[in-house]
């Protein structure tokens, strides 16, 4: 006998996201052509997404709560700080959408970068370009200093913005180092006198690709010769030395230097942990704020190098398929204010020292400035901008990162 | 009958308790300590200063953790609720019928947990872009499909190995219809596999980050994006606090199904029958 054969149908709601109603901005040359009055009321009542580094709960307290407060206040805007672990997460993200001809409904509308990201997105025609004389705080900014002008050596040609200037320094335990070795060559002298004291995290980490690019600079007698364009014949040259350096150094290094730390986090870890006696990181500040939050202990203090660290200067940028370009304008031009980079400068704050030149600033902001009390454990920027050392461009960096991984990493 | 002792099987059962416990309990106890922790060094057991600042942080607008839990919590049901609904009758078609190419299909549907990811997510971002499923929650739920079927479709499959559909047949012939037969005698029967292999799919989309971030755009913010933030930084405090609320979800859903996970379960005996 044949019974009417009733089917089932399952049903799945799904949401779906709203479309958004304000301006569309995406495209950048018809911004070039405003003025700034006409590009903040574009902007007005619109979004703006900013990928970022969200490793820090003080920078993100910073962006989201300081930054985030006055673009709602000010300007109507709303931010989305989105955290990221890894900012090649988010080129990739543009890369992918540049690939499948997405041009004008991007998903991101605001990085924060340099080096060799920002070579990625300038070369691969990623970035917005061209538009900084916009921004009215942009007079701030000191164009003619080569460490803003160029990215790693990359010219930065008005396809970013500046937002911060770091320098790499040491941290030591005062209770257990009274006296850490000042250079490199010390250093080196010190790591093979204190076996197992000493380590460095594997390159391609960040901050331990620099560790290496210091051995790498003293073993080419000065970063003058290092400057320009990448020269094969100096590369082999200078890294037949570093490698021999860093390989004699590989007994006398935490667990015979049969393992590195992979993350500086891991190499922080050893050092809070007193399993190692010295630790570094590019960002000088990050001491106090460690201290104060308890990864470190309170007997860190922070020091530069008599022959030098390596600096750089970090960057905001828009992809080009920004949908969001004014309201990302005016991010950018807030972020620039003698007042969010005064506030940036705080050391309860974040303690990152201003992009800006404070000269330039107006004169309650300038005298707000000279008030700032550095954390006392944190490297004195005078001391660290005496000593400062130019990054090389990123062709050198990356030859000198994967030079590592072959001949002392193995 | 019998009612002797087995001892060395129950010595073994000690041995595995133990080592289970190692392995799960244990591990998230000084992330908990962490959480409240202000730094804690060598060689100290127990941290000397204490706070809630990493609580307080958890629980702030800034950090996001709370809107996330729930949103993680919707993307992880919908995904295992979509694949029992694909994985059930999948598994029964592999499980209980020959046909030509099954043992491709077979590989098709174990591929995603063969090829890393990473390897895959460049292009499965073009293919979402194309289809305006980018930067919705729509799309990471649609993603979280591909991890999480194959777990499905697998344990599913098992269990209809096992399975006699002579039952079925019985039942029909006793008059009941087609729905009251899936609803009576096959539900009751697979039951166990739907629990097993749905808690896998649960969790596989709960760990979910790369396939998150991309086809979410960071308009999608899921739990382990915030987690692994702070993870990576080695900030142990706030990702000891994120990870307490992280772990919640799959202890309770391991609590409510822990009877269906037990060696005598149908669900576990059907492994490897496929």
């Given amino acids: 006998m044949n019974k009417t054969i009733k089917t089932t149908l399952f049903a799945t709601a799904l949401s779906i996201a709203s479309v958004n109603a304000y301006a569309d901005t995406a495209d950048g040359q018809a911004l070039l052509n405003k003025s700034w009055n006409e590009i903040k009321t574009i902007a007005k009542g619109g979004e703006v997404n900013w990928f970022m580094w969200g490793g820090s709960d003080s920078i993100n307290q910073y962006v989201s709560e300081y930054i985030g407060g006055i673009l709602k206040d000010e300007y109507d805007i709303t931010l989305n700080r989105v955290g990221i672990s890894d900012t090649a997460e988010v080129v990739n993200i543009v890369l992918g959408e540049k690939e499948a001809g997405v041009t004008d409904k991007g998903t991101v509308d605001m990085i924060w970068i340099n080096g060799e990201n920002f070579r990625t997105m300038k070369q691969g025609g990623l970035a917005y370009c061209g538009y900084t004389d916009l921004l009215p705080n942009n007079t701030l900014v000191n164009w003619d200093n080569p460490s803003i002008a160029n990215d790693f050596g990359v010219p930065v040609d008005g396809c970013e913005v500046p937002w911060s200037k770091t320098q790499f320094s040491f941290t030591h335990n005062t209770a257990t180092t009274e006296n850490p070795p000042r250079s490199i060559p010390e250093l080196i002298e010190w790591v093979k006198a204190n076996p197992g004291q000493f380590t460095y995290p594997a390159p391609p980490d960040f901050n331990g690709a620099v560790f290496v690019r210091h051995v790498f600079y003293h073993a080419a007698g000065g970063v003058e010769n290092l400057l320009g364009e990448f020269d094969q014949a100096k590369y082999v040259e200078v890294s037949a030395k570093t490698w021999e350096i860093l390989n004699d150094l590989e007994p006398y290094l935490w667990r015979e230097g049969k393992t590195y730390p992979t993350t500086i986090a891991a190499h922080e870890q050893l050092y809070a942990n007193s399993e190692i006696s010295l630790t570094f990181n590019y960002e000088p500040a990050g001491v106090g704020i460690k201290i104060e939050n308890g990864t470190f202990p309170p007997t860190s203090q922070g020091y530069g190098l008599t022959d030098g660290t390596i600096g750089n200067t970090n960057y905001t940028i828009i992809p080009f398929n920004s949908p969001n370009k004014a309201a990302a304008l005016v991010l950018q031009n807030v972020l620039l204010s003698g007042k969010a980079q005064l506030e940036k400068a705080q050391p309860d704050v974040w303690g990152a020292a201003p992009a800006i030149e404070v000269d330039r600033t107006a004169d309650d902001v300038k005298a707000d400035f000279a008030k700032i009390k550095k954390h006392p454990k944190v490297a004195p920027a005078e001391e660290l901008a005496k000593y400062a050392l130019p990054e090389l461009q990123a062709s050198w960096i990356s030859a000198i990162e994967k030079g590592w991984i072959e001949n002392v990493g193995r | ?274």
């Fill in chain 2, 1 to 274: 009958m019998s009612t002797r002792k087995n001892t060395p099987l129950q010595s073994l059962r000690v041995l595995s308790g133990i080592v289970l416990i190692t392995w799960l309990v244990l591990p998230p106890i000084p992330l908990a300590i962490w959480s409240f922790a202000k730094g804690w060094y060598f060689p100290d057991i127990l941290p000397k200063r204490w706070t809630l600042n990493a609580w307080e942080y958890t629980f702030s607008n800034t950090a996001g953790v709370i809107d996330s839990l729930w949103i993680t919590i919707w993307i992880s049901l919908a995904a295992t609720f979509l694949s029992i609904l694909i994985g059930v009758p999948a598994g029964r078609a592999l499980g209980m019928y020959k046909f030509k190419g099954k043992e491709f299909i077979e590989l098709l549907i174990l591929a995603p947990v063969i090829v890393p990811g990473i390897a895959v997510v460049l292009g499965i971002h073009s293919v979402f872009l194309f289809m305006g499923l980018t930067n919705t929650v729509t799309g990471v739920i649609l993603v979280h499909l591909i991890p999480t079927l194959p777990y499905m479709t697998l344990v599913m499959s098992g269990i209809f190995a096992n399975y006699d559909a002579a039952f079925e047949d019985q039942a029909r012939s006793l008059g009941a219809s087609p729905f009251k037969t899936f609803w009576y005698v096959t539900l009751p029967a697979i039951m166990p596999g739907i629990i097993v292999g749905g808690l896998f799919a649960f969790l596989v989309s709960w760990s979910q980050y790369i396939l998150t971030l991309l086809i979410g755009g960071g308009r999608v913010i899921t739990l382990p994006l915030l987690l692994f933030n702070f993870a990576t930084s080695g900030r142990n405090d706030i990702t000891g606090a994120i990870g307490m609320i992280y772990i919640l979800p799959g202890i309770v859903i391991l609590l409510l199904t822990a009877k269906h996970l037990s060696g005598r379960s149908g669900a576990v005996g059907g492994f490897g029958q496929i």
